[in-house]
């Protein structure tokens, strides 16, 4: 059974910094790409941006330069490092395959930009 685990959220100051962890419980190489998604309240899960199983990696425009995506393949983890961040950037965030299963959705791990 395919578990993913989201960390790392909080509370954050505008022009702050997070990384989030996203932890599979198997492989990494069980998914063609792994993306981070993220959703607000009245609003569709959207996708952050992803990595491909060949380390290929694409962005939403609204966070081009300010996060990166990088995985450890030893610890099957996926992260999201987050700079500069915005109020906007106010969300759930989750990982899951990209494209998603329904499968596989977590509990995400809630970020707060806010002073």
């Known amino acids: 059974q395919v578990q993913l685990v989201e960390s790392g959220g909080g509370l954050v100051q505008p022009g702050g910094s997070l990384r989030l962890s996203c932890k599979a419980s198997v492989s990494l190489a069980s998914f063609n790409a792994m993306g981070w998604y993220r959703q607000t309240p009245g609003k569709q899960r959207e996708l952050v941006g992803g990595?491909?199983?060949?380390?290929?990696?694409k962005y939403v425009d609204s966070v081009k330069g300010r996060f990166i995506i990088f995985r450890d393949i030893t610890k099957r983890t996926v992260y999201l490092e987050m700079n500069s961040l915005r109020p906007e950037d106010t969300a759930v965030y989750y990982c899951n395959s990209n494209p998603p299963s329904m499968a596989y959705w977590g509990q995400g791990t809630q970020v707060t930009v806010s002073s």
């Open positions: 990595i491909s199983r060949g380390g290929g990696i």
